[in-house]
C-alpha cells in the first residue's frame, strides 16, 4: 500500500507540473508545439525500443553445456571427454567427444567409443569395428581435460589427432575432423605435424609423407626416407635441406614433360655417391592413379637430369608401391 501511495502522489505532481507547462506554452508558436510533440513521441518511442530490446534480451546457453547434455544423452559412461572447437570451419562451435575405461598399463582408454557432436547440440557415435583401444596423440593423466595439443589447424579447418588400435595390433593415427555436417577420418602412417597451411607431414622408421588437404581429406604428394635415414644427420632441419625442394620436384616433372595440371606424387630415394658423374645422386619416380608415369636421377645439390631417365607416359610404366 505503501508503494502505490508514493505512485499517486507523483503521479499528481507531474500533472500539476504538465499543467504549468501547457499554460506556459499556450500562446508559444505552432511550429514549437509540434517540435515538442514530436520529441515527446521520439522519447516514447526511444523507451518502449529499450524495454523490448531488455526483454528480448536472453542469455545464450554456454556451448559446453549444449555439448555435456549431447553426449550425456547417448554415452552410458562415468568419465566422458569433450574436444571442442570448429572442426569445419563454418564458424559455429563443435566438440569430438570420447569415453572409456583408462588402462595404467598401457596409458590409452578401453572399450573406447568416439562421438561427433554437431554445432546444434546433435550428437552422433563414430562407428568402429570390434573391440577399440585408443587416446589422444599426446595426454599427460586421464584426469587432463584440455586437449588442444592434439589440434592441428590448416586454413579454417581444425583436425583432431587420435590414436586407435585392438587390444593385440598396433595403433593406428588418425585425424578427425568435419566437411559441412559429415565427419571425416583420414588414417597416417605417424604422428602428424603441420608443414604449412594445406600440407601435414607424418613419419615412421621407413617413410616421411608428405600430404596436401583438399576438402577434408588428405592426399599423399611426396614420400622420402623415414626416422631411421633421419638418424643419420644432425638435425631435423639438415635432413629435410638433404632432400630435393618442392620446387626442385616440380622442375623434374616439367623436364620430363609430365602435365602441370596431373595431380602426381613424388617419391625421393635416400641419397647415393655416383663415382661416374661424381656427385650425390637422389632418384625419384613421379606416380599418379597409383602408376609411375616417369621417373630419374638427379643431382641431389643441382636438381639436374642425371641418368636413368623415364619421360612422361600418361599410360604408366608400371604399377606405383
Same mark, same amino acid.
Given at each position: ?59 545464450? #546457453?554456454? *556451448? ?16 566422458? %571427454? @569433450? =574436444? ?82 585392438? #587390444?593385440? *595390433? ?16 583420414? %588414417? @597416417? =602412417?605417424?604422428?602428424p605435424e603441420k608443414v604449412d597451411e594445406s600440407h601435414i607431414a607424418a613419419e615412421n622408421l621407413d617413410d616421411r609423407v608428405v600430404y ?15 626416422e631411421e635415414y633421419e638418424e643419420q644427420f644432425a638435425s631435423r632441419e639438415e635432413y629435410l635441406n638433404s632432400m630435393l625442394s618442392e ?75
Open positions: 500500500m505503501k508503494k502505490i501511495m508514493k505512485r499517486n502522489q507523483a503521479g499528481r505532481a507531474v500533472a500539476a507540473v504538465l499543467l504549468t507547462v501547457a499554460i506556459l506554452t499556450s500562446c508559444a508558436p505552432q511550429k514549437a508545439e509540434s517540435e515538442e510533440q514530436a520529441a515527446s513521441v521520439q522519447s516514447a518511442s526511444s523507451e518502449r525500443t529499450t524495454s523490448v530490446s531488455s526483454q528480448e534480451e536472453v542469455e545464450e #546457453p554456454n *556451448s559446453d553445456a549444449i555439448f555435456q547434455k549431447a553426449l550425456d544423452d547417448v554415452a552410458d559412461a562415468d568419465n566422458c %571427454y @569433450l =574436444i571442442v572447437s570448429d572442426y569445419n570451419g563454418d564458424g559455429a562451435q563443435e566438440a569430438f567427444a570420447f569415453t572409456g575405461i583408462w588402462n595404467s598399463d598401457n596409458e590409452n582408454w578401453q572399450k573406447l567409443k568416439l562421438y561427433y557432436i554437431h554445432s546444434d547440440g546433435q550428437a552422433e557415435e563414430i562407428k568402429m569395428d570390434g573391440d577399440v583401444v585408443g587416446r589422444p596423440e599426446k595426454v599427460s593423466d586421464p584426469e587432463q581435460t584440455d586437449f588442444s595439443d592434439n589440434l592441428i589447424t590448416l586454413g579454417n579447418k581444425t583436425f583432431l589427432s587420435f590414436e586407435i588400435g585392438h #587390444p593385440s *595390433s598396433e595403433y593406428q593415427n588418425i585425424l578427425l575432423g568435419a566437411v559441412g555436417e559429415q565427419v571425416t577420418q583420414n %588414417y @597416417l =602412417i605417424g604422428f596436401r588437404e583438399e576438402n577434408g581429406r588428405f592426399i599423399e604428394v611426396e614420400r622420402m626416407p623415414g620446387t626442385q620436384l616440380k622442375g623434374l616433372a616439367a623436364d620430363l614433360g609430365v602435365p602441370e595440371a596431373l595431380k602426381v606424387r613424388y617419391t625421393q630415394s635416400k641419397r647415393a655417391y655416383w663415382e661416374a658423374g661424381g656427385c650425390w645422386e637422389i632418384y625419384v619416380e613421379i606416380d599418379a592413379d597409383k602408376k609411375v608415369v616417369a621417373a630419374a636421377s638427379v643431382d641431389a645439390e643441382t636438381g639436374e637430369l642425371t641418368r636413368n631417365i623415364l619421360t612422361y607416359n600418361g599410360s604408366g610404366y608400371w604399377e606405383a608401391e
